[in-house]
Every structure is written in structure tokens, then in C-alpha cells.
């Protein structure tokens, strides 16, 4: 196996690391316009960025046996600010596009390049904020049990979508799918394998927790909780949320208190704070977990911090810097295996 580690950044493009347990050595950059969100086709052997600040595009590009990035195709979403980008197993990229609200829907080639738009599903309305919620705003787009999500931060609901395989259309089929308090500012989700969800809330602070209804194939909120364990100095701002790999432990990134959050998950779903680890950096935007590392993007302070994740506790403990580089905003984890590596 061959592990890298993809950083994409406001104004510094990709970066691209070599990984040996928690210790990153630079391998390559490349230049495309804030990638500030990417994700991975292993199979494909294709990398895929949203660019988001000027550009309001989303480009392909091959991975090579070394891991550098060969720029393969580029599209532009019919939207602006795409955020956050969902690879679809029917053979599509989905972009979420924060500033107007959409979705587009790209098709994906065999060899990774991006075909032209063939769907775009605009959202429409506002929430409770006058300033943050104006208007709709896609943060991102997930696909759980063959159904797409699309968590709006500017509506604060959840909107859920079926696609037709062959075309790449969506039809809405649950809106909401669900529904959070007004003006928390749903930003990310993760799918608990009991059916439950867990929702990172920007606006408020807090995380809210959601039961399914298997029947009506919608969510309810049962509870929201702060995102901190103590009340930060500042305004907070979760951004990143992520399960541990046995789901018994939640973990979430806190920008303004500059903190990843561990919570306990009980039986019964609720979530109870175990420990509040400073990101030692700032403004924690984006964090991925690789094996027991996990890698935080501190946006503001430049840095890729690492923590060792305890076996026993889940609690994060600090390893340092791993890397500097401009404004990361996502870490992307990828690991080739030995016939794509090869060829």
C-alpha cells in the first residue's frame, strides 16, 4: 500500500504528503484555483477538487504511481462558492454550492475526467439569521442507504434526493429529511449505523442529534448539545464531525475555541463529553482520521496538527505540527493499492 495525504488549501492549491504512521513528508504542490474540499476514486485512480473562491468549478486529476496529481479535466458547477463534494457510486460528482444554494450534478468517465452539468437543483427560502441565512446555502452533499442528503446550512434542514442512475437527475424525496432549530446553521453530518445522525451546527454551537423513522424514511431531533465541553472565549463556529472506527466516539472540530471535542456515544444515542483537546493551532476547519491519527487543518494558523488517538478512551493526544502549508481547509487521506500504485 502506498498512503499519501492530500491538503487542499485557499490559495496554495494541493499539497501532497507521503505518510508513514503520523509523520508527513512533502512529496508535490499543485496549482489550481482554492480547493478548499477534495475526495478520492481509488478505483478511477482520480483525485477531485471544488474550487471554490474565483474559479466556481470542480476539476479532475489523475493520481500517479507516485502520487503526484496530472490535471485531467475542469467544469464549472452553475453555481458559486462549491464547498463540499460527494462521489456518487452511480458514476457522478456532486457539488455542493454554499453561496447559491445548488447542487450540481457532473457525470464521471472511466478515466476521470468530469463531463458537463447534467443536473443542477436549486434550493430556495431562508432561516432565522438575518445575516448568515439570507437565503439557502448547500454545505454538503451525502449519500446514505442509496438516498442523497443535502445539508443546507442557510435553511437549517437536511434535504433528501433520489437519483436516477442513468441520467444523473435527482428528485426530491424528503423535505425536509430533517429539520434543525431555527438559526443553528446545519453544516455537516455523519450517519450513526444505528440510524441515527449527528448534525455539526455552525450558527450555534451545538450538535444535534437525530432519530430515524424508518417508515416515513425521515429524521427527528430528539436533542442539540453544545459543541463545547467550556465556554470558549469567543464566538464558536464547529466546522468538521467524524466517527471513530468502532462509532463509539464522536469528535468534533470547534473554530473560535480552537479545540477538537470528544464525546461518548451511549446506547441509547445521547452524547456525553469525555475531553477537550486544544488543536494547537487555529481555526480548525477540516480533520480526517487515518488508522488511529487524526489530522487537523488549521486554516488560520497555516498547520496540519497531529493527535494519537487513545485505544482505549478515543481522547485525541497531541503529536505536533505534521506540516505547514497556506490555509488548509481539507485533508484527504488516501491510501493505493499495490496494482495502482504499479501501473
Not at 141 to 157: A, F, I, P, W
Amino acid at each position: 500500500m502506498t498512503d499519501l495525504v492530500y491538503v487542499g488549501s485557499y490559495g496554495a492549491g494541493i499539497s501532497i504528503y507521503g505518510r508513514q504512521d503520523e509523520r508527513l513528508t512533502l512529496i508535490d504542490r499543485v496549482d489550481t484555483p482554492d480547493p478548499s474540499f477534495l475526495v478520492a476514486d481509488t478505483v478511477r485512480g482520480a483525485l477531485f477538487a471544488c474550487n471554490e473562491l474565483t474559479a466556481n468549478e470542480v476539476s479532475s486529476f489523475a493520481i500517479e504511481p507516485d502520487g503526484r496529481l496530472r490535471l485531467l479535466s475542469h467544469q464549472p458547477t452553475a453555481g458559486t462558492l462549491p464547498c463540499h463534494l460527494l462521489l456518487h457510486p452511480a458514476g457522478y460528482l456532486m457539488a455542493a454550492n454554499f453561496g447559491s444554494g445548488s447542487v450540481s450534478v457532473h457525470p464521471v468517465m472511466p478515466d476521470g475526467t468530469l463531463g458537463e452539468l447534467v443536473d443542477l437543483i436549486q434550493h430556495n427560502g431562508r432561516g432565522a439569521d438575518p445575516e448568515r441565512q439570507a437565503g439557502p446555502h448547500a454545505h454538503e452533499v451525502k449519500v446514505v442507504s442509496g438516498e442523497v442528503v443535502v445539508v443546507d446550512l442557510g435553511l437549517d434542514r437536511l434535504v433528501g434526493y433520489q437519483i436516477d442512475a442513468a441520467t444523473g437527475k435527482l428528485t426530491r424525496a424528503a423535505d425536509p429529511f430533517a429539520r434543525s432549530r431555527p438559526g443553528a446553521g446545519p453544516r455537516h453530518a455523519v450517519a450513526h449505523p444505528s440510524g441515527r445522525w449527528y448534525v455539526a451546527n455552525e450558527l450555534d454551537s451545538t450538535i444535534s442529534i437525530f432519530e430515524p423513522d424508518f417508515e416515513l424514511r425521515e429524521l427527528h431531533l430528539t436533542e442539540a448539545v453544545s459543541a463545547t465541553l467550556s465556554e470558549p472565549k469567543e464566538r464558536n463556529f464547529p466546522a468538521g464531525i467524524a466517527l471513530s472506527a468502532d462509532d463509539r466516539h464522536l469528535y468534533v472540530s470547534n473554530r473560535g475555541a480552537n479545540t477538537i471535542v470528544t464525546f461518548g456515544i451511549d446506547d441509547a444515542g445521547s452524547l456525553h463529553g469525555l475531553d477537550e483537546t486544544p488543536c494547537d493551532g487555529v481555526w480548525p476547519r477540516h480533520f480526517a482520521i487515518v488508522d488511529d491519527v487524526l489530522m487537523v487543518a488549521n486554516e488560520q494558523s497555516s498547520t496540519v496538527t497531529g493527535f494519537r488517538l487513545d485505544p482505549a478512551t478515543g481522547v485525541p493526544q497531541p503529536l505536533g505540527v505534521l506540516a505547514e502549508t497556506g490555509t488548509p481547509t481539507c485533508i484527504l487521506p488516501v491510501r493505493l493499492r499495490p496494482e495502482a500504485s504499479a501501473e
